[in-house]
Nanobody, 128 residues
Framework: QVQLVESGGGLVQAGGSLRLSCAAS????????MGWFRQAPGKEREFVAA????????YYADSVKGRFTISRDNAKNTVYLQMNSLKPEDTAVYYC?????????????????????WGQGTQITVSS
């Protein structure tokens, strides 16, 4: 069983920065594809960013490309989301998600249905 715990959320002014962390338990963390998703009130959950098990591949939603950076530290079982130049439309609950890359393929997933494990979410509010 894998548990994911997000931290780092909060209130920030537009143009500011935040860094989210997602700490994972489980011996096979280093083999997990990790993703960040978000859900704003009244909207569906949407993909934000993903990173392969070894960090060699990353992918971003167009809406955050150039502003957000996903990274991971497998020694610390943690994935990060550095968010810069935040906008009010970035306001949402942010979730981290994990899926085991059984074949060490180095792939990333954009669709939420691929991910087997989810954190509880952390609120990001960007004021204008």
């Amino acid at each position: 069983q894998v548990q994911l715990v997000e931290s780092g959320g909060g209130l920030v002014q537009a143009g500011g920065s935040l860094r989210l962390s997602c700490a994972a338990s489980g011996r096979t963390y280093s083999r997990f594809i990790m993703g960040w998703f978000r859900q704003a009130p009244g909207k569906e959950r949407e993909f934000v960013a993903a990173i392969s098990w070894n960090g060699g591949s990353t992918y971003y939603a167009d809406s955050v490309k150039g502003r957000f950076t996903i990274s991971r530290d497998n020694a610390k079982n943690t994935v990060y989301l550095q968010m810069n130049s935040l906008k009010p439309e970035d306001t949402a609950v942010y979730y981290c998600a994990a899926d085991l890359d059984r074949s060490y393929s180095g792939r990333v997933y954009l669709d939420s249905y691929h991910y087997d494990y989810w954190g509880q979410g952390t609120q990001i509010t960007v004021s204008s």
